[in-house]
């Protein structure tokens, strides 16, 4: 593949003020593409700070299917998604990589030494030889209801995703869904609530059937509530939520509510990802060699379903390989001077001190 650009890849504007994190490789996503390019990448010896907008690692497999089984992990004829994710973080665990969670990669920027400024939305800056964008689909994006004034209690009182435990202890809460986050998130915030109500506009849910269970038993000893409707209004003042109204079958309702949780799902956009002035496929994947996954930028590497190559299959397995080859290139950019020996866990003392088993 012939590599042309050198100009920066995001607008030429000033970066953020924080004092850039040295690492080796800068992986934008923790999914399961990007925990085991830390493996890969660790047995090389090169460190790997990771970055993700969800507040977990494991992408698509933590957040969308924790509960479903997967059946063409090689080796693992049956496992789901949330214990593959567990495994791939013992896996890379010997390797001590460093994750930023909750933040989104906003801008990348080439320094003049070579190396890219990777920034975020938290404004932290990672200085790094390569970069690898294991993004996934892209961003997910929580989906807002359509409500008006909505904006003036995000973040304050109303929430997607819950960020502190504190934020809901001793409230009047109100969570909305039907899916695993808002059954999950209802039981687990029960006992440091001053009152929990539960709102579907069905009586049946998505959410695993032993969480849906648990709440009917926690409803039937009083306590917490379930409500079938939708959120219609809220009411509150300077951001801080007194009430929520609830249109269903049975009317209006009004609960008092000092806290709301939205869980309606999330959308999956590139994001920022467009602006950084990479080749891209359809708009929406990144063009990449299939000998090193490199970009149409030098030093930027893209691996796993965010990348595009003819043939590729977005399988997770696709994905492991993919970041083999992407952790060979970055040795030789990260440390230019030494040899890269081709070397076998199972004979090499070398990489079982790094692996911590020898
Ligand atoms: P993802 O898992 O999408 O992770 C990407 C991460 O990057 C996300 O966490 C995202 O938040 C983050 N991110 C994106 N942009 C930014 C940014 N700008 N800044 C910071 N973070 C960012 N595959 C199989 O092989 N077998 C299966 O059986 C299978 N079943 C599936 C079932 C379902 C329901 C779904 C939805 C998918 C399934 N897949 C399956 C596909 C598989 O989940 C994907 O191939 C895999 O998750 C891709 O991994 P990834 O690490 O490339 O991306």
Redesign the pocket.
């Known amino acids: 593949m012939t590599h042309q650009s050198t100009a920066p890849v995001s607008p030429d504007v000033e970066l953020p003020p924080s004092g850039p994190d040295n690492t080796d490789v800068v992986i934008?996503?923790?999914?399961?593409?990007?925990l085991f390019a830390v493996f890969e990448l660790g047995l090389l010896g090169l460190k790997a700070t990771l970055?993700?907008?969800?507040d977990k690692p494991?992408?698509?497999?933590a957040?969308?299917?924790p509960e479903?089984p997967?059946?063409?992990?090689p080796a693992w004829p049956r496992i789901n998604g949330q214990e593959l994710v567990d495994r791939l973080m013992e896996q890379a665990a010997p390797f001590e990589p460093t994750f930023r969670l909750g933040?989104?990669?906003?801008r990348l920027d080439r320094r003049e030494d070579g190396r890219f400024a990777v920034s975020t939305s938290a404004g932290e800056t990672h200085v790094a030889p390569a970069v690898f964008v294991?993004?996934?689909?892209?961003?997910?994006t929580p989906r807002r209801p359509k409500v008006a004034g909505i904006e003036a209690f995000e973040d304050r009182s109303l929430f997607y995703a819950v960020r502190r435990r504190a934020d809901f202890a001793g409230q009047d809460v109100v969570v909305f869904g039907g899916g695993d986050s808002a059954l999950d998130w209802t039981l687990d915030l029960l006992p440091d609530v001053r009152s929990m109500t539960l709102v579907h506009r069905r009586d049946s849910f998505r959410a695993a059937p032993h969480s849906v269970e648990a709440m009917r038993a926690a409803v039937a000893q009083g306590r917490m509530r379930f409500v079938q409707g939708e959120m219609a209004a809220l009411d509150g003042r300077g951001g801080d939520l007194s009430s929520v109204a609830v249109t269903g079958a049975e009317g209006e309702q009004i609960l008092g509510a000092s806290r709301v949780l939205a869980f309606f799902g999330l959308n999956i956009t590139l994001?920022?990802?467009a602006d950084w002035a990479l080749d891209l496929e359809a708009g929406r994947q990144i063009k990449v060699d299939t000998e090193q996954f490199e970009t149409s930028t030098p030093g930027i590497f893209a691996?796993?379903?965010?990348n595009w190559y003819p043939g590729k299959l977005?399988?997770?397995?696709s994905?492991f390989h993919e970041g083999a080859l992407a952790s060979q290139a970055a040795f030789r950019l990260a440390r230019p001077n030494e040899r890269l020996r081709f070397q076998y866990t199972t004979s090499s003392t070398e990489l079982q001190k790094r692996l911590k088993v020898a």
């Open positions: 934008v996503g923790a999914g399961p593409v990007g970055i993700d907008t969800l494991g992408g698509q497999c957040e969308l299917y479903k997967i059946y063409d992990i933040q989104r990669v906003d294991a993004a996934g689909a892209g961003c997910f994001g920022p990802i691996i796993g379903d965010i977005k399988l997770i397995l994905g």
